[in-house]
């Protein structure tokens, strides 16, 4: 009895050893720190790239390369004027003292911008010296012409030539800057060279109109004649 007694209490011995010891291991892992998984939407607050304190992702809508803290903006590159025409070059005055075509501006313009059917329009041109030095240049009426055309430019209509050709010479001494100016009224009808067909009076429409000075030309210009209002 003793024996058994003695191995009983062994037994209880052993057991409560073990209960210790996983009640120790037990506190053990509760105190080991919890780590969160993370969520599978991201929180619209937090920021793109998912760490704090840096953004995430490119800013849109910055036009071309921004520059670095503290350096200049690199200089875009300068605009090319526009509106400005080519033109021509003056060139020098010749020994002759004659205006060179470079050295002249030929400008044409009307007395208004439309006719009534049977007006009759007045051209004027106006002719500049745009060199540097003066210049003589012969502006009488046997140098000027001036030509309409269908608004398309490829229909002769009338020529200031064709049927009225006048002769005379106009020597002008013309200053850098200084112009001179002369008209040239058109009956409103149509002709050809050497006035060799019937004249009609010319359809409503819109046309262009070219002068020249000898074979200096201006720019062409448009006007148009109308229909009379009805009555």
Do not use: H
């Not at 398309?152 to 006048?166: E, F, M, N, Q, Y």
């Not at 000898?214 to 004649?225: C, L, Q």
Request: one cysteine or more.
């Amino acid at each position: 009895m003793v024996v058994l007694a003695v191995i009983i209490g062994l037994i209880f011995w052993v057991t409560s050893d073990d209960s210790g010891k996983n009640t120790a291991n037990s506190t053990d892992l509760s105190g080991t720190p919890s780590y969160a998984l993370p969520s599978a939407y991201s929180d619209p607050s937090a920021s793109a790239s998912g760490v704090p304190g840096v953004s995430g992702g490119s800013s849109g809508g910055g036009g071309g390369n921004a520059a670095a803290p503290g350096e200049s903006p690199a200089p875009g590159e300068p605009g090319i004027p526009g509106g400005t025409p080519a033109g021509e070059t003056p060139q020098p005055v010749p020994a002759s003292g004659l205006c060179p075509d470079q050295n002249i501006s030929v400008v044409l313009y009307t007395d208004k911008p439309a006719y009534v059917e049977g007006e009759q329009p007045i051209f004027t041109i106006a002719v500049t010296n745009a060199g540097l030095s003066e210049c003589t240049r012969d502006v009488g009426k046997a140098m000027q012409s001036v030509t309409v055309l269908n608004l398309a430019g490829d229909r002769r209509i009338w020529a200031s030539g064709d049927c009225a050709p006048v002769e005379g010479v106009n020597n002008q001494l013309l200053k850098p800057g200084q112009q001179v100016k002369d008209t040239i009224d058109w009956s409103g009808t149509t002709s050809t060279p050497g006035c060799e067909t019937v004249r009609q009076p010319v359809a409503p429409g819109a046309y262009q109109a070219v002068a020249r000075i000898g074979e200096k030309a201006s720019a062409p210009i448009t006007f148009n004649v109308n229909r009379p209002a009805a009555q």
